[in-house]
């Protein structure tokens, strides 16, 4: 894969592209700074870029802002956010408009170098790769007009996985249940809200979607 490396920390930096190198991917641009990213972006338009939130000038939120820029420029263009901190606003603008190619790590909490190396090839694919404490952070429950009010208990806990990534063979095994029960889980889900019954794929995205923006 052709990857883009945004991290201002140079030790980090480095460090993910000797890693990526060492797996046989290409780095095809590493920025440092944050008005730096989008050009970057739209002139490599890699097969996936690791990108921190908070970047110089300001270390708020460039790169996370650079990022829902290039995704409007280039729809599906993957971005796997990797950050100390959950920016919630540009997050959640980031998934606006389809989680496909999505993803968002938390540095602290990445505990294996084959962790990272699987969700980075996830969001690749189009799929997500969601920390669960960032889908708790981004998670605002109303009373009213949740589009999750509908669903079990054990359906949110499947569509949380699924948020992660997770397939369902795994979901089953985190769950202790039957796959078979998780397939079950999956389709009222579907049904609930309202996902369209055809490219079980898709829907998926559309799932995961919902429940971020809930």
């Known amino acids: 894969m052709r990857i883009l490396i945004a991290e201002d920390n140079a030790l980090l930096r480095e460090g993910l592209a000797a890693l990526l190198t060492s797996e046989g991917h290409q780095v095809c641009a590493t920025v440092d700074h944050g008005d730096r990213l989008l050009p970057a972006l739209l002139e490599h338009r ?107 208990q054990r359906e949110r806990e499947v569509l949380a996985l699924m948020a992660q990534g997770r397939n369902n063979s795994t979901i089953a095994e985190l769950l202790v249940i039957a796959e078979s029960s998780v397939n079950k889980h999956i389709g009222s889900i579907f049904a609930k809200l309202g996902m369209p019954t055809p490219d079980s794929g898709h829907r998926r995205v559309l799932a995961v979607l919902a429940y971020l923006r809930a």
């Open 46 to 152: 890699p097969d996936v870029s690791v990108v921190d939130v908070r970047l110089p000038p300001g270390f708020r939120d460039e790169g996370l802002r650079a990022a829902v820029e290039a995704r409007r420029q280039i729809p599906a263009l993957p971005i796997l956010v990797l950050s100390q901190y959950v920016e919630r606003t540009y997050a959640t603008e980031l998934l606006a408009h389809s989680a496909a190619g999505v993803g968002y790590l938390l540095k602290d909490r990445v505990g294996r170098a084959e962790e990272f190396l699987e969700a980075l090839e996830r969001v690749a694919g189009g799929g997500t790769a969601m920390d669960p404490e960032v889908i708790s952070q981004l998670m605002v429950r109303r009373a009213e007009g949740d589009p999750l009010a509908a669903l079990t």
